[in-house]
């Protein structure tokens, strides 16, 4: 079963404009939530993080938002640039001794000038 | 600093070939993750060291996938007698620590490739 979902598999956004990526996940126990963006042939890249005692967190032009209740999690872009354009993964980890984290399958973005 | 490093890059194995990748981690950190990233899916979990111990291998498809970090930095994922559905990137990650809050890092990955 997978446990984080992204059901956009692409998202198509002008430059200068909000990107908007959307992530969901059926298990109650996850208590820590990441994004990473992805570059062809490279390895993940760490972006934004959110504890499950926060609903929001901001970093530069990026801001992450938890809906706990919902089971969703939602990664702002603004504005977007060409740089941005990646795939990027939601994952999660439950923390209960247990670090693995647990990925979506990926939103590939593509800001387009 | 160095980042996570992976070797090789690329490898290309037939089907009933043994092969080994290589992790190097970010020096002095504590936790070692592998993980497979089939084509189009997001990257799966497969196993977990905390420094030479290996506490978790509940992602491991089978007894064909064996993983070591003898002490407790440099880890090699083997996979013996390859099949083609063991064709995907392998990724290392590590972080600092042991809790779930440490920022995993990861490498470039390896891409197997079984013929």
């Known amino acids: 079963d997978q446990q984080v979902k992204q059901n956009s598999p692409s998202l198509s956004v002008q430059e200068g404009r909000i990107s908007i990526l959307n992530c969901d996940y059926t298990?109650?126990?996850?208590?820590?939530f990441l994004w990473y963006k992805k570059y062809p042939a490279e390895g993940p890249t760490f972006l934004i993080s959110?504890?499950?005692?926060?609903d929001k967190n901001e970093d530069g032009r990026f801001t992450v938002f938890l809906n706990k209740s919902a089971k969703h999690l939602s990664l702002h872009i603004v504005p977007s640039q060409p740089g941005d354009s990646a795939v990027y993964f939601c994952?999660?980890?439950?923390?209960?001794?247990?670090?693995?984290?647990?990925f979506g399958q990926g939103t590939r973005l593509t800001i387009n000038p | 600093g160095a980042g996570v490093s992976q070797s090789p890059r690329y490898k290309v194995a037939k089907r009933g070939q043994d092969v080994a990748l290589r992790c190097d981690p970010i020096?002095?950190?504590?936790?070692l993750f592998w993980y497979q990233q089939a084509l189009g899916q997001g990257p799966e979990f497969l196993t977990y060291?905390?420094?030479?111990?290996?506490?978790?291998k509940s992602g491991l498809p089978s007894d064909r996938f064996f993983a070591e970090r003898p002490e407790g930095s440099v880890s090699t994922l083997k996979i013996q007698r390859t099949q083609q559905e063991d064709s995907a990137v392998y990724l290392c990650?590590?972080?600092?620590?042991?809790?779930?809050?440490?920022?995993?890092?990861f490498g470039p990955g390896t891409r197997l490739t079984v013929l």
């Open positions: 990650a590590s972080s600092l620590a042991v809790l779930n809050t440490d920022t995993q890092y």
């Open positions: 298990n109650s126990m996850f208590d820590y």
């Open positions: 959110i504890s499950s005692i926060k």
């Open positions: 994952a999660a980890s439950d923390g209960q001794g247990a670090q693995k984290l647990v």
């Open positions: 020096s002095g950190h504590v936790s």
């Open positions: 060291f905390q420094n030479e111990a290996q506490l978790d």
